[in-house]
Nanobody
Framework: QVQLVESGGGLVQAGGSLRLSCAAS????????MGWYRQAPGKERELVAT???????NYADSMKGRFTISRDTAKNTVYLQMNSLKPEDTAVYYC????????????WGQGTQVTVSS
C-alpha cells in the first residue's frame, strides 16, 4: 500500500498563487508515476500535470505556462506550483501515484480544496 498526504490548498484571489505538496509513503515502487488531477463540481476528474514513469512531465493544455510540477525524489514528494489562478481553477486537487511492479496499482490522495475567488 501507498499512502499519499496532500497539503497546500486554500482560498486565493484570482491572479494569485498556491503551492500544493503530496508526499508518498509506504510501499514505494522503483518505477512509478506521480502527479495531480482535479475535479470541479459537476465535472469529471481531469489531468493537471504528472511525472510519467519515464520521468518526463505531462501537462493539460490549459495549465501550461501557469502551473509547474516538480518533485523531490528523495522525499517521494511532488509539488504543484500554481500561478495566475483563475476562478475556473476552483476544484478539489488529487494526488495520484501509480506503482509499476508485477502489477500496476494506482493510488489517490484524499484531495485538497483549491478555491479561487473573482
Amino acid at each position: 500500500q501507498v499512502q499519499l498526504v496532500e497539503s497546500g490548498g486554500g482560498l486565493v484571489q484570482a491572479g494569485g498563487s498556491l503551492r500544493l505538496s503530496c508526499a508518498a509513503s509506504g510501499s514505494i515502487a522503483s518505477v512509478s508515476a506521480m502527479g495531480w488531477y482535479r475535479q470541479a463540481p459537476g465535472k469529471e476528474r481531469e489531468l493537471v500535470a504528472t511525472f510519467t514513469r519515464g520521468g518526463t512531465t505531462n501537462y493539460a493544455d490549459s495549465m501550461k505556462g501557469r502551473f509547474t510540477i516538480s518533485r523531490d525524489t528523495a522525499k517521494n514528494t511532488v509539488y504543484l506550483q500554481m500561478n495566475s489562478l483563475k476562478p475556473e481553477d476552483t476544484a478539489v486537487y488529487y494526488c495520484n501515484y501509480i506503482a509499476y511492479t508485477y502489477i500496476i496499482r494506482s493510488y489517490w490522495g484524499q484531495g485538497t480544496q483549491v478555491t479561487v475567488s473573482s
